[in-house]
Structure formats: structure tokens, C-alpha cells
């Protein structure tokens, strides 16, 4: 009788342990993404003005993910485009592009088809209460690039390309 209880707790134990392990690996990632991703910048594409700012969050849409047609075939869900970054890091696609032979100034992006859309990043950027007039200029999206042609949003710049803000250069 008395097993039951130490075999429960045995199992809260484990259960504990698999959701710290997970957590951990999880924020390693973002980490690596981080510190060994490549800056592209992604101009940002016009947003209903309306709609840009609604509380601690400003509303994002590439010019790039607009600048793709709609999948040539349904299902679809995602594309891995070939940009070419110019001097100052901004991503610009390159038309025809072949994903596996790319040439020394080309990178991958991938993007994805959902809701009736292109989607290449985030569709929000969050900051600090009281913040929102700075970003009002946010002309770029700042991403740490990996090979794979995946992204993560690490801040916005302006239309000089300066940071807007802090970007936090780790977790």
C-alpha cells in the first residue's frame, strides 16, 4: 500500500523533470539562433495605420512576403526564397533564384502560406509600456538568419537603419 504514494511521486518527479529538460533545451535554441544567426534586415510593408499600434504591440508585414504570388500549388505551405543581402544587410529577393545552388552573397528565407497569405516573420512586434512614439519609425525588421533559411525577430530599426529601442543581444 505504501507504493502507490512513491510511485506518484515518483511520476510528479520525472514529469518535473521532462518539462524543466524541455524548457532548457528550448531556450538554448534561441539562444544559438541568436549568437550564430546571421542580421538581415526586412523592409516592412505599410499596415493599416488604424491597426499599427493597439496597446504594447506594434502590427508587422514585410514588403518582401508581398511581392510573392499565391502558391502554384494549393497546400503549399511553405517556400524557401533565395535573397541576396546588399552592403547594409538588407535582404532583397532574387527573382528565379535556385534554393540549391546559391552564390557567395545569397542566403535562404524560408516563408509560409497561411491564412491566404505570405508570411516571412512575425506579424507583431511587443515593447515596453509607454514606448510606442519610438517605434512609430520602424522602417526594418531586425532577424538573426540561419542557413535553413529560418528567422527570429530581435528588434526593429529605422529608415537609417539604427536599432529602435533595446535589442536584447541574449535570453
Known sequence: ?????LMR?????LTGLAILVGINVTVWRFEHAMSSGETVLLE???VDPR???QGDY???SYALAHQLGS???EGAATQTLVIRLDEQQVAQRVEGGTPDA???DQRLLQARWQQGQWWIGPDAFFFEEGTAAQYEQARYGEFRLQADG????VGLRDEALKPIGHTRPAW
Open 1 to 5: 500500500a505504501w507504493e502507490y504514494p
Open 9 to 13: 511521486r515518483l511520476g510528479f518527479l
Open 44 to 46: 516592412l510593408a505599410p
Open 51 to 53: 491597426s499599427l499600434m
Open 58 to 60: 506594434m502590427r508587422l
Open 71 to 73: 502558391p502554384h500549388q
Open 102 to 104: 546559391l552564390a557567395p
Open 150 to 153: 529560418a528567422t527570429l525577430l
